[in-house]
């Protein structure tokens, strides 16, 4: 049962403009939301979390905007270089369960110069 | 400050055989949580460690298991493996005590079994 949804596999963005990443979630019981980066053959990197008392979470190009209602999610980076190109994971926690996160099947951002 | 280490960084193996992998937290964290990436099911939760107890568990078979250390170093063992079980084990860290800590993951280990 797939909790964590990141619907589009891929995205392609030219150097410069905006990548907007998206995730959806199903278990109202999520209270933490967290978006890593990982390149193959290495240990994903975090790049910016929200806690579901917020709706946004900025850091440098990185910002993140929820949406409790809909229980969605949004990665939002400004403005994209070469380097973002990676795969991006969205992944949730709920309330009490500490180490446990939940992943998104993740999204392949690819920055075009 | 050094981030999680993970050893091996690679390692093949037999049907059959078993596996020890270890992971070294980032100094201070005393969580640390194992998971599963595959192509088919993606990253999957194995379980997490906290004071060298278990404090939560994925849904995998019994052939799975950890522990904890008082330095909080961790291992995971897989016994009698199978092919399914050709992944990269990732281990991260953090330090577990409030509701917003963010783990932080190691390189992790690719496990290959022929």
């Known amino acids: 049962d797939q909790q964590v949804k990141q619907n589009s596999p891929s995205l392609s963005v030219q150097e410069g403009r905006i990548s907007i990443l998206n995730c959806d979630y199903t278990?109202?019981?999520?209270?933490?939301f967290l978006w890593y980066k990982k390149y193959p053959a290495e240990g994903p990197t975090f790049l910016i979390s929200i806690s579901s008392i917020k709706d946004k979470n900025e850091d440098g190009r990185f910002t993140v905007f929820l949406n409790k209602s809909a229980k969605h999610l949004s990665l939002h980076i400004v403005p994209s270089q070469p380097g973002d190109s990676a795969v991006y994971f969205c992944?949730?926690?709920?309330?009490?369960?500490?180490?446990?996160?939940?992943f998104g099947a993740g999204t392949q951002v690819v920055v075009t110069p | 400050k050094a981030g999680v280490t993970q050893t091996p960084r690679y390692l093949i193996k037999t049907r059959g055989q078993q596996v020890t992998l270890s992971c070294s937290p980032i100094s201070g964290h005393r969580s640390v949580s194992w998971y599963q990436q595959t192509p088919g099911q993606g990253l999957q939760f194995l379980f997490e460690?906290?004071?060298?107890?278990?404090?939560n568990k994925g849904n995998f078979p019994g052939r799975f298991s950890g522990r904890q250390f008082s330095n909080s170093r961790s291992e995971m063992n897989v016994s009698t493996l199978e092919l399914g079980d050709s992944a990269l084990y990732l281990c991260?860290?953090?330090?577990?005590?409030?509701?917003?800590?963010?783990?932080?993951f190691g390189p992790g280990t690719r496990l290959t079994v022929l």
């Open positions: 278990n109202s019981m999520f209270d933490y």
């Open positions: 991260a860290s953090s330090a577990g005590q409030t509701s917003t800590d963010t783990q932080y």
């Open positions: 460690y906290f004071s060298e107890t278990q404090r």
């Open positions: 992944a949730a926690r709920k309330s009490g369960s500490w180490g446990k996160l939940q």
